[in-house]
């Protein structure tokens, strides 16, 4: 789809390109019902005013911008760090931006399309239900790196996406710990409504429940509402500390990020729990930092260098022509260490 233009914008309105420069740059030299129409069809049509004129100029920039939802999540450093050197083996030069929780990433990503003259975008985290409408306006090619697929009314030939399958390997950890004894396991996933690999993950922990005939508790779902990065230690401890106040009846955790898990350790150490005495603890990441925890954290290791390396190629190989859009999913490890056991007998 070709991108709108300002000349474009002006026809539709049927005013001079000076005039629709003056509403966007909020002039004061201008009908205000004249600057309602101009603003009303640049939202109608999708169009992106450039802010940098000097950008103009860079049609043949080579910038690969990153977006990443989620920046203070560990699993995310070693990921940024190979995806960039990566890039500058390449001469490219990358654009890296945090995407707050509240932000639609691809709105920004149409943005930064205009304003750097990219030649393709990395997604890393983020929600995998986007606009269809807005996906389609994108002019340069994309990978959704550790996200699912966009809507399935959307060309699996228009995008690409390097995952693990959250639903599969969530349900591996959580049969993991029914298997050892637990069948009380607290879940600390995310928002309500979430559209992101966190809805996955907790629709595997519900079907290895269901496939065991373990009822479904209500009370051990918990689900983080924080402002901010939701996958952080500080929610994790929060979170945890809730359901140990709740007085609701588990013998282990099953938290869907590495850093919410080892929030939950501390909560537990804080109140007075021993690991995996008294409480086993899973993760889902595999970040270094749980190797240094103690006691050393039983998680779902993704593979995170493997998964960075092809999210790069493959945009580079989309860019150059040499393939076409692909949909690679790894498949994750399961490390036991030292945070889960067998639950204790009860007396």
Avoid: W
Avoid at 274 to 293: C, Q, T
């Amino acid at each position: 789809m070709a991108e709108i233009t300002i000349k474009d914008v002006a026809k539709r309105c049927g005013v001079g390109v000076s005039t629709v420069s003056r509403a966007i740059n909020n002039h004061p030299d201008i009908n205000p019902a004249t600057k309602q129409m101009i603003m009303d069809v640049i939202q109608q049509s999708g169009y992106i005013p450039n802010n940098s004129a000097r950008n103009l100029k860079r049609a043949d920039g080579k910038s690969i911008a990153v977006l990443i939802k989620g920046i203070t999540n560990p699993f995310f450093s070693k990921m940024i760090k190979i995806i960039e050197e990566e890039i500058q083996k390449k001469h490219y030069s990358m654009e890296l931006r945090h995407v707050e929780s509240f932000e639609d990433e691809v709105d920004i990503a149409l943005e930064l399309v205009k304003e750097k003259r990219l030649k393709g975008i990395i997604f890393l985290g983020g929600y995998f239900s986007h606009s269809v409408e807005k996906l389609e306006k994108m002019t340069v090619p994309f990978v959704f790196g550790t996200v699912g697929a966009p809507p399935e009314n959307i060309s699996k030939a228009r995008y690409s996406d390097v995952t693990v399958d959250d639903f599969k390997e969530s349900k591996k950890i959580t049969e993991y710990l029914i298997d050892l004894g637990h069948n009380d396991i607290a879940f600390l996933g995310a928002e309500p409504g979430d559209l992101s690999i966190g809805k996955l993950r907790l629709e595997g922990y519900m079907d290895a429940l269901k496939e065991h005939k373990i009822p479904e508790k209500e009370e051990l779902i918990r689900s983080i509402t924080a402002v901010g990065d939701i996958y952080s230690m500080e929610n994790g401890y929060q979170a945890t500390k809730q359901l140990l106040e709740s007085g609701a009846n588990f013998t282990a955790i099953y938290a869907i990020a590495d850093s919410l898990a080892i929030g939950a350790l501390r909560a537990l150490m804080d109140a007075g729990l021993k690991v995996p005495e008294d409480v086993s603890v899973a993760g889902y990441d595999g970040i270094e930092l749980g190797d240094f925890y103690a006691p050393r954290l039983t998680t779902l290791r993704q593979p995170v260098e493997e998964m960075a390396l092809e999210t790069v190629k493959l945009l580079f190989h989309i860019i150059s022509g040499k393939e076409e859009h692909q949909h690679i999913v790894f498949s994750g490890e399961l490390l036991v260490k030292e945070s889960t056991a067998k639950p204790k007998k009860k007396k």
